[in-house]
């Protein structure tokens, strides 16, 4: 038997069996070795696929042999092997990372819950993004987001527990949209398989089942999204999760939630129904907008870093939401390849912010006084993250920025431009509170002696700043599979 024709299904299986493991092991070492092995095995494993993608197209697995439509079809094409391979390579850097941040974070007694957790979340993202069956994107994307819940709950603050039952009453109204939007969908297709219901579905477009459909969707991804207005849960959750969780969270869940929507969007609805039939277009524009703005203005005045930056993945999740609005292979190439930077950029904050939070005792500006002094190199590798926020060359961020500036061109639309580039500087000025911060204050008097940083925590957070700089230089990877997925959702436009 071909080990290589059963990736897919390792792909989530080995996570999956993870997760039982740790809790009958129960021995911190051996579970954080075995949530370890399946995190690195699931990074190695979506690499390979992403390599076959790359090679001879898209791959069908049949589960249980039972031929698609009829049994549930695992399908990978080049736009979730980009996510797969995002999604298992921070879970397999942000790992060996918690091991060191949960010490002082989460009580000893509780850390094989905590990796039981951070697999199965880890098993629910591997899974929506891998599965071409509608059905089992909502069961995945409960299986990752219960898990989220109890992760987020674990933090040290009580408040944390407030941020986990927050996230867990919007996110369960999200998924109740979802499953009536599935639900309408299947009543006129009669499938749930995602290929055979994006053919189906052209002989009942423009019913109102269907249109019907395409709303309790949006607004139920738009809620796992945390698009602006519908963000109320991140800012709490990013600032009380233990800084692990909020690195891979950060990094993974909202991304994961983006490409569901656009494999409805595209795969599904067709691009005709979203954009032609229905007002999505200025919908999404208006709603992204507002997102950069206002969510870039609100950090401007935050206290602690963490919520700061929470914000700004909210402004950002609108720079994503904009290249969506566009309808062009330039729009949804920012959109895809932002995905993949920004979740590269904002794991690599959130982890450093954990250094943070371990050397100083706290993340909020009263605290990084003086970091610059005390801790050279993280304060360096934020201010690098920061400008990737910015948007300045070099820069992951500046590649996407470059391409929805393209994008806007295209278009003809240059007060857009306009828009994006004071959008970048509102960015600015939040990134600048930290560096005055950091740089420009003398450390306070009442702070401990800065305790160091774990090389545990130090490795992988390094690996994810360069990781920065690398897809800011070099974009063949990046570029180059995000512009061939764009290409195939709209149908093989350039």
């Not at 049949?62 to 797969?84: C, H, K, M, Q, T």
């Not at 069956?133 to 992760?151: G, K, P, R, T, W």
């Not at 050279?376 to 391409?403: D, E, H, N, Q």
Request: proline share 4%; hydrophobic share 55%; with cysteine.
């Amino acid at each position: 038997m071909n080990l290589l024709s059963h990736l897919p299904a390792l792909q989530v299986v080995i996570p999956l069996i993870a997760a039982p493991l740790t809790v009958l092991l129960r021995r911190r070492s051996v579970a954080f070795a075995v949530a370890l092995i399946a995190s690195w095995a699931a990074l190695a494993i979506a690499v390979l696929l992403w390599l076959q993608v790359a090679e001879s197209g898209t791959l069908s697995y049949a589960i249980g042999s039972w031929p698609a439509p009829w049994g549930i079809e695992y399908r990978v094409d080049r736009l979730n092997s980009f996510i797969l391979i995002l999604v298992s390579g921070i879970a397999a850097l942000v790992l060996p990372y918690s091991r060191a941040s949960i010490e002082a974070e989460v009580p000893p007694q509780q850390h094989y819950l905590f990796y039981t957790m951070f697999v199965l979340c880890l098993t629910g993202l591997l899974g929506i993004a891998i599965t071409g069956d509608a059905f089992n994107i909502f069961v995945f994307l409960e299986v990752s987001s219960l898990s989220a819940y109890v992760l987020i709950a674990l933090g040290r603050d009580r408040r944390a527990l407030f941020a986990a039952y927050q996230y867990l009453l919007m996110g369960s109204i999200g998924a109740t949209f979802l499953v009536i939007g599935i639900g309408l969908l299947y009543l006129m297709t009669g499938t749930l398989n995602l290929a055979d219901m994006g053919l189906r579905i052209a002989t009942v477009q423009g019913t109102r089942p269907v249109l019907a459909a395409l709303a309790f969707i949006t607004v139920g991804v738009s809620l796992k999204l945390a698009l602006f207005p519908l963000h109320q849960w991140l800012p709490n959750a990013y600032t009380f999760a233990p800084s692990a969780v909020s690195a891979f969270l950060a990094a993974t869940a909202t991304k994961v939630a983006v490409y569901v929507l656009l494999r409805f969007y595209f795969s599904v609805f067709g691009e005709s129904a979203v954009f032609a039939k229905l007002p999505m277009e200025q919908m999404m524009l208006l709603l992204a907008l507002a997102g950069m703005f206002a969510a870039s203005t609100i950090a401007i005045f935050q206290t602690d870093l963490k919520r700061l930056f929470a914000y700004s993945s909210v402004a950002q999740i609108g720079y994503i939401i904009l290249g969506m609005s566009f309808d062009s292979v330039s729009g949804l190439t920012a959109s895809i390849v932002h995905l993949f930077n920004h979740g590269v950029t904002k794991g690599a904050i959130y982890m450093l912010l954990g250094c943070v939070a371990l050397g100083m005792g706290g993340t909020t500006l009263a605290r990084v006084q003086g970091l610059g002094k005390r801790m050279p190199l993280t304060s360096f590798g934020i201010v690098i993250g920061g400008l990737s926020l910015i948007g300045v060359p070099g820069t992951a961020g500046f590649v996407s920025k470059w391409y929805l500036l393209l994008a806007a061109l295209e278009k003809g639309q240059w007060w857009l431009v306009f828009m994006i580039v004071l959008s970048s500087l509102l960015a600015a000025v939040y990134v600048w509170r930290f560096v005055e911060a950091a740089y420009l204050q003398e450390p306070r008097k009442d702070t401990a002696e800065v305790a160091a940083t774990p090389w545990l925590m130090s490795i992988p957070t390094a690996i994810l700043v360069i990781a920065i700089v690398y897809f800011g230089l070099d974009t063949s990877f990046t570029i180059g599979t995000a512009s061939d997925a764009a290409a195939a959702l709209l149908g093989g436009r350039r």
